[in-house]
């Protein structure tokens, strides 16, 4: 019998020591959540949502035919690359060694029985494939009974995760668990005299923090943009203004969420988002559905105190970015106006939560400057496209040779802004606001040398996926914050 892999946690019982000759001729693998570091009916749900919005629809009426034709119906839908899922190397590597020493392998999964040939026929790993079909959902007892019938009892050892194997593993001649949770451990050891375990959930925190892209929330502090803008910092507006900041990034994480996981194909094509939690696998993606629907309804409590129009915006945010997501990222032009307004509906939302009206000036200037922004963004995705031989950004509508032109909407939109904030200076507002506006000539420079060398940062390729994060980490773009925010306070206090 093969040993575990060192480090991981590996408990034996007394069986488990027998001769290797007392070894089942067959190891059975299951698929969700061995195997894979994933789950084959989600993935197809939210490929088959990535490429039709009403795939939801489909799905619930396809579930009144019975689990299995879900499966099918699903599988039909979606488009998965199996070259791109998450594999478990603790489980390729066991099951490549069974192989070696001579021993049989079958893949046999719950999972729709057409995916689980292309999973076999990509890995070349196994002698034997069945999955679900026509009226058969082979899980828990039914798979039990149907790998008895194929193989004896006893006559396989069954690799799984999760406790629907249990009922497996009693009929089993070995049992191996991978990655299981305590009482799965537990209940494989009650099923099975000879038991063995790969692996651990030793994963933490880490990932689920992640999956929120706590970082992004550096966005929706332009909640506080109305309010500082107005100098109208009291203690009750600031507490208007941070429960709406926190409202906000609650519900943008649920939307980061949805993102993730409609766009799990795209994201592990690419060299850095294919580390994002659900693409690799170290959150399981049947989690981010209730994940999402917790933080959305988390966020919309935290709207409703601040009131209906406060809520009216949240729930707008939240239906633009979700048509964003399924549909208006693959729509050219349209796509960076989207983004662009998105940020400034933060400006706005901010404005409604503490009561400030917001000036023309603002926005309009908002408006350029995110727009500027939102082109810089799809710059360095094309920029990334082309250094990896792609010809079209993944998942957008832009191709490569479209690059000179979102370089010079980046550059225009970024010097109009630069012009609407030169306007505003000689503006009566910044009279009455400020004791020394002359000082705010100086924020105009500082942001015409931003947007110009931030467009040259990214036709370089060193812009990172979001211009906003790239700002938060740059040295140059953090002295720039700074030297604006004195101008300003010399502006208002000098």
Known sequence: MGQT????ADQRTTAQRHDSARQPPVLVVDLDGTLLRSDMLFECFWSACGRDWRAPFAALAALGRG???????LAAAA?????????????????????????????????????????AAHLGLFDDVQGSDDGRNLKGEHKGRYLEERFGAGGFAYMGDAAADVAVWRRAGQAITVNAAARVRRAAEAACADTRHLGGRAAGLEPWA????PHQWLKNLL????????????????LRALLAFFSFSF????????????????DRTHPRKSARPFAAGSVPIAHGGPLAAALLLAGLGGAAI???AFLAVMLGYFLLTSAYSLVLKRRIVIDICVLAGLYTLR??????????????????FSLFFFLALAAVKRQAELIDSAARGKLTASGRGYHVEDLPIISMIGLGAGYVSVLVAALYVNSPAVVERYRTPEALWGVCVVLLFWVTRTVLVTHRGQMHDDPVVFAARDGTSRLCLLIILALLLVGALA
């Open 5 to 8: 892999e060192p480090g991981m």
């Open 67 to 73: 689990r299995a034709a879900l499966k099918q119906h």
């Open 79 to 119: 488009r998965v690359d199996v070259a791109t899922l998450p594999y478990e190397p603790l489980v390729l590597t066991e099951v490549q060694r069974w192989r070696d020493g001579g021993g049989r392998t079958a893949l046999v999964t719950a999972s729709d029985h057409r995916l689980a040939m292309a999973i």
């Open 210 to 213: 992640r999956v929120l892209r």
């Open 223 to 238: 909640v506080l943009l109305p309010m500082l803008a107005a100098h109208q910092l009291d203690l009750p507006t600031l």
């Open 251 to 266: 519900i943008a994480s649920s939307v980061y969420v949805l993102n993730d996981l409609l766009d799990l194909a795209a």
């Open 306 to 308: 601040l009131g209906t």
């Open 347 to 364: 400006i706005i939302a901010g404005g409604v939560a503490t009561g400030i009206p917001l000036s023309v000036w603002l926005l309009a």
